[in-house]
C-alpha cells in the first residue's frame, strides 16, 4: 500500500551509484593517511551533512520567486475533516455510490496506514468510474468521462449552495485535462481501492498559501499529488463550511489543466472562490502566486 507516485531511487540503481561514485572520488582525491582518515570517519556530522545536501537539492528550484507570505487561513467554522462515515455519507446519498468495498477498506485497512505527512487528515472522493457508471454509462473515452463527472461535481455544488460558474460549457476534452502525474495517482488509487468512494489524506490549500500553482506543483512529492476539479468539489460539498466568504482562503486546483483559448497552452488552472455571497469556480494563470490562494493537494494512502 505505501506506493509513492515515482520510483524510489537507492544506491544500487544507476542514479544512486552515480551519487556514491562522487563521494568515493572526493574520499580518494584527499590523499588522507591513516591518522588522518581514522579522524575524518570518527568525526560525528558526515550523515547529517549529506542528508541535508539530498534534503536542499532532491527539489527543483523553479519557480521559488512565485511565492508570498500568506496569513489567509480557513474560516472558523472549518475545524477539520469530518469524521469519514459522515462524509461518505453524504457523497452516498448525492451519487447514489454503492458503499460496500469502501466501508470493507475504512473498518480492516484504513487502521494499518499511517497518515502523510502533509495531510489534515481522511477524505472521501467518488472515483470518476462510478460517478460515470451511475450517470453516463455510455461513454468510455477516459478524458470524456473526467470532464462529464467534472461537470457532474459542479452541478451538485450549484444545486446545494449558491454558486457561480465562470467556466460553464468550457470544460470539454480539447480544453480541460488531468495532469499526467494526477492520472498516475488516480490508477494507483483505482488499484488499491475497489469501492465506489475512496478515501485518500488531503489538505484544503493551507499547506500551499501563498504559492502559484506551478511553484505548488514544483514542491509536490513523495506521496502528495495535486487536487483536482472533481476531488476538491467533492470535499467542498462534505465540508461547505471550508469557503464561506471573501476573506477566507481561496482554494487553487493545481493538477486540472485548462487552455480557454483552445491554443494548445493547458497553462490555467481551476480555482474555487468566494465573493457576493457565493462560492465561484474560476481559473487563473498557474504562474500568478496570491497570498489569498492556496492548492489544494492529495496523498497516497501509506
Known amino acids: 500500500m505505501a506506493k509513492t507516485l515515482a520510483p524510489s531511487i537507492t544506491t544500487r540503481d544507476p542514479k544512486g551509484l552515480k551519487f556514491v561514485s562522487i563521494i568515493e572520488a ?70 447514489n455510490l454503492s458503499l460496500g468495498y469502501t466501508i470493507e477498506f475504512v473498518e480492516k485497512v484504513l487502521p494499518t496506514l499511517t497518515l502523510p505527512e502533509g495531510a489534515e487528515g ?24 473526467y470532464c462529464r463527472a467534472t461537470n457532474l461535481i459542479l452541478e451538485k455544488i450549484g444545486a446545494s449552495r449558491k454558486f457561480y460558474n465562470y467556466r460553464e460549457g468550457q470544460l470539454t476534452t480539447d480544453r480541460f485535462r488531468l495532469s499526467a502525474r ?3 495517482a488516480l490508477n494507483l488509487l483505482a488499484e488499491q481501492q475497489k469501492g465506489d468512494i475512496w ?8 499547506r500551499h498559501a501563498g504559492r502559484s500553482v506551478r511553484r505548488a506543483r514544483e514542491v509536490m512529492s513523495g506521496p502528495e499529488f495535486g487536487g483536482y ?31 480557454p483559448g483552445s491554443d494548445g497552452s493547458f497553462d490555467v488552472a481551476p480555482d474555487f472562490r468566494f465573493g457576493d455571497g457565493r462560492v465561484r469556480f474560476a481559473a487563473c494563470w498557474v504562474g500568478l502566486a496570491f497570498e489569498f490562494c492556496g492548492s489544494v493537494s492529495l496523498f497516497l494512502p501509506q
Not at 64 to 75: D, Q, W
Not at 199 to 206: P, S
Open 26 to 95: 572526493a574520499y580518494n582525491k584527499a590523499g588522507l593517511s591513516e591518522e588522518e582518515a581514522q579522524r575524518v570517519n570518527d568525526t560525528p556530522g558526515l550523515s547529517e551533512l549529506v542528508g541535508g545536501f539530498i534534503t536542499e537539492n532532491r527539489r527543483a528550484n523553479r519557480y521559488a520567486s512565485e511565492e508570498l507570505k500568506s496569513n489567509y487561513a480557513y474560516p472558523k467554522g472549518y475545524a477539520g475533516p469530518k469524521p469519514l462515515s459522515t462524509q461518505i455519507d453524504v457523497l452516498a446519498k448525492i451519487f
Open 122 to 145: 481522511w477524505f472521501a472522493i467518488p472515483s470518476i468510474d462510478a460517478l460515470a457508471a451511475r450517470f453516463f454509462p455510455e461513454i468510455k473515452d477516459p478524458a470524456e468521462r
Open 182 to 184: 494526477t492520472a498516475h
Open 199 to 206: 478515501i485518500v489524506g488531503g489538505q484544503f490549500g493551507k
Open 229 to 259: 476539479t472533481l476531488a476538491a468539489g467533492s470535499m467542498l460539498l462534505t465540508h461547505p463550511e471550508r469557503l464561506v466568504s471573501y476573506n477566507d482562503l481561496w482554494m487553487d486546483v493545481p493538477d486540472d489543466e485548462f487552455d
